[in-house]
Each structure stands twice: as structure tokens, then as C-alpha cells.
């Protein structure tokens, strides 16, 4: 169904395929009214998109998507409406860029030593153009530089999941991330919940921290969610009394068939998380 709401969206400053500006006036012309640009680890398009979003009447809330770490595993916490210039999103941004590059520093280092050739980090980078590096790039480089064939080979044989490129990042504790959102004046979400590879009660357990931490909400409608998939979230949304958020995750056009605006419709019994936002 199409929402007027889009709260989980990606632009060129991270891992997405149009620029912030494109991105408004792509959800502008979805029909979108209210769009949150959700970056990873960045705020480097919120400017560009503010500027967008108000020759174009959308109503655009503060954004970013946090990448950390809870019982060993990678969990992505939405941080929606906070003060983008204050001192705890100055830092988090800070923290979360520096782990990225780290991590980059090792797909480097690791691919120079398994194909036993310089893998030079600044050519990377000017791969990635001003956005974050990620193994994309590096896949990218290996194409033109003929060490792959293909993409798809360079992911198989050494960026794929338990190939030499797969390096996870030294990302903070998920009690962390959610204290830069709620110091920062945001609403912490916990995002696609219904995608993370745990058993009931181990999710139980992680909602339990991130509502001890300061979390407030759960995404409810997202992307390409299945109905049983939305009635697990809604279930536990209800059990814990979190608040509900909606979006594509809108990355660029013709991946997983998504577009801007494009969900489950939101479910009539949850309290939505835009109701607490201080423009509301």
C-alpha cells in the first residue's frame, strides 16, 4: 500500500542510490508528506534534503540509522526527530564514521594479502565518491582492475558473508546508540526487527534492553514485510507498549521491487511514533 509516512529511507550519503535532493522529490511525487531520511551512521544529507523538502512542501523529520552490537549480533536502531546539531549526535556521528573506516582499512588489508596485490584504500574511496565505503566499492575496483569477472564473483569468492571481505565493523553496544538518540531530544526505533536471525526469546530479551536504554519504538510497517511478519511486530509491540513506526527502506529504484511511500498498511491499534514528535 502507499503511506503518506516514510520514516526509513537511505540516500547517496550512505548506502543509497539517489541524492538527498533527488530522494524528496522522488517521495514528493510518491505522494509522501512526511519523510525521514534515515542514512547510516551519517547526517551528511539532512541539509541538502531540508532544502528539498521545503521548496517542495514536504514536512521532513531528522534522521539516521545506527548501526551496533547486542548478544553478539548487528542490530540497526532508527534515530528519528532529534537536534541535529547537538553535541550527542556530533559524537555518535563521529564514533560510528571512525568505525566504518576502520573497517574499511581491513577489507583493504585482508584483500591485498589473499590476492596479493595492493588493494589502495584512497583509490576505494574515490570509488565511493563522498559516500561511506562499503564492500560494493571494493567489489567495484576488483571488476575494473580484472582480479573478478563479475560483481557477483567478487562477492563469492572474497566480500561475501565468511569470505576474507566480510568484516564487521567495532560497532558500540546497543545501550550506547540508544543514549546518543534520546540525548540528542530523538525517538530511538528499533528497526526491522522481524529480519534478525533470533529466536522469540532472544528478541524478547534485546527489546527488553532497548526499552531499558531508552528505546521507545518498533517498526511495525516496513518495506516488504509479509503479514505474518507484521503481525509478530504489532504482537510485540503490544506486549511491550512500544510505539509503532513505518518505512520503505527505500534504497534506489528497482531494489526488492520497493519505492518510497511503499508498505503494509499501518496497523489501526498501535500509537504511531510521529504523534510524539515535537513538530506534531
Known amino acids: 500500500m502507499a503511506s503518506v509516512i516514510d520514516l526509513h529511507c537511505h540516500s547517496t550519503a550512505s548506502d543509497g542510490k539517489l541524492a538527498p535532493s533527488a530522494l524528496v522529490e522522488r517521495a514528493a511525487g510518491q505522494g509522501v508528506e512526511v519523510l525521514a531520511l534515515t542514512d547510516h551512521d551519517t ?4 541539509q541538502e534534503a531540508r532544502g528539498a523538502a521545503e521548496r517542495l512542501g514536504i514536512q521532513l523529520v531528522s534522521g539516521i540509522e545506527l548501526s551496533c552490537v547486542w548478544g553478539g549480533a548487528t542490530i540497526h536502531i532508527v534515530g528519528l526527530d532529534m537536534q541535529l546539531d547537538s553535541a550527542a549526535m556530533q559524537q555518535a556521528e563521529v564514533a560510528q ?19 596479493h596485490t595492493d588493494i589502495p584504500l584512497a583509490e576505494i574511496q574515490r570509488y565511493a565518491g563522498g559516500e561511506l565505503v ?17 560483481m557477483a564473483v567478487a562477492f563469492k569468492k572474497y566480500l561475501g558473508a565468511g569470505k576474507p571481505g566480510d568484516v564487521k565493523a567495532n560497532w558500540p553496544a546497543l545501550e550506547q546508540v540508544v ?3 534520546v540525548d540528542a531530544g530523538g525517538i530511538a526505533v528499533l528497526a526491522h526487527a522481524h529480519l534478525y536471525k533470533m529466536t522469540r526469546t532472544k528478541l524478547r530479551a534485546c527489546i527488553s534492553d532497548f526499552i531499558d536504554a ?11 514485510m509479509d503479514a505474518d511478519q507484521q503481525r509478530r511486530m504489532v504482537a510485540l509491540a503490544q506486549e511491550f507498549e512500544l510505539l509503532g513506526s ?7 529504484p528497482n531494489r526488492f521491487g520497493l ?15 510521529w504523534q510524539h514528535f515535537r513538530s506534531a
Open 179 to 181: 543514549r546518543w538518540i
Open 43 to 46: 547526517l551528511a544529507g539532512q
Open 214 to 224: 531508552g528505546g521507545r519504538a518498533l517498526e511495525v510497517s516496513y518495506g516488504n
Open 134 to 150: 562499503g564492500r560494493p566499492h571494493f567489489a567495484q575496483y576488483l571488476v575494473d582492475q580484472q582480479l573478478v569477472p563479475s
Open 97 to 115: 564514521l571512525e568505525a566504518r573506516k576502520q573497517r574499511a582499512h581491513t577489507i583493504a588489508e585482508r584483500l591485498s594479502r589473499r590476492l
Open 259 to 273: 519505492d518510497l511511500g511503499v508498505m503494509p498498511a499501518f496497523p489501526a491499534d498501535i500509537e504511531p511514533v
Open 246 to 252: 513505518c518505512g520503505s527502506d527505500f534504497h534506489g
